[in-house]
């Protein structure tokens, strides 16, 4: 499934399948003590430097958030990073446990490049994620936050703020940077999700 909030980056459904069985197989095997899969797709996309963000629900419950905001590594292999990180580091969270994998639902994130709002009029909800810097302060909401939630700019900005660990109006001051991005978002629940091999065969 993909999101209203999503826009299209250049990864085709056989390239998302491939994402998400990465992200299942990954989290598979440092459940059950295995080594992480490699992988070498020629898919140029995946060899592109990417920011992105894996998230894991439960029953529509979060249970796991982290990504890349800028593109530091290829996107296969932060994919690949971002799972175990947000199924196992998030440290909102406690370390997944195995009966608990078979409930996932997953979702993915691939991030455009940052662009600085030079006016709050620029930002668009359910098109834009936020990010907002201040200080040592940072705090990134993705684009279907908004969207879900059913907030108007305002809000966003407010809410960004305190992921930030700011006051809801700092992003009104001369030094708080604001900026935007958009993302291609897919999910689907882990059940749903073929096995590589089914994929690529």
């Not at 439960?58 to 292999?77: D, F, K, M, S, T």
């Not at 907030?151 to 940077?177: G, I, Q």
Request: negative net charge.
């Amino acid at each position: 499934m993909t999101r209203k909030s999503s826009i299209d980056l250049g990864l085709n459904d056989k390239q998302k399948q491939i994402l998400l069985a990465v992200i299942k197989e990954s989290i598979q095997s440092q459940l059950s003590g295995r080594k992480l899969p490699k992988y070498d797709f020629e898919d140029e996309i995946f060899h592109e430097k990417r920011g992105a963000f894996v998230t894991l629900h439960i029953n529509n419950r979060l249970r796991g958030c982290i990504g890349y905001i800028v593109g530091i590594a290829p996107l296969l292999e932060t994919i690949q990073r971002m799972a175990i990180a947000s199924a196992f580091e998030d440290p909102r969270f406690p370390p997944l446990e195995k009966e608990e994998f078979k409930y996932l639902n997953i979702e993915v994130s691939v991030l455009t490049p940052l662009k600085k709002v030079k006016d709050i009029s620029e930002i668009e909800i359910g098109r834009d994620g936020l990010l907002i810097k201040k200080g040592f302060y940072q705090g990134l909401l993705l684009p279907q936050v908004a969207e879900e939630e059913g907030w108007d700019v305002e809000t966003f900005l407010k809410h960004t703020c305190l992921k930030a660990n700011l006051y809801p109006d700092a992003w009104k001051e001369k030094d708080a940077s604001i900026e935007k991005f958009s993302a291609q978002i897919f999910t689907r629940d882990i059940g749903e999700i073929l096995d590589i091999e089914s994929i690529t065969n």
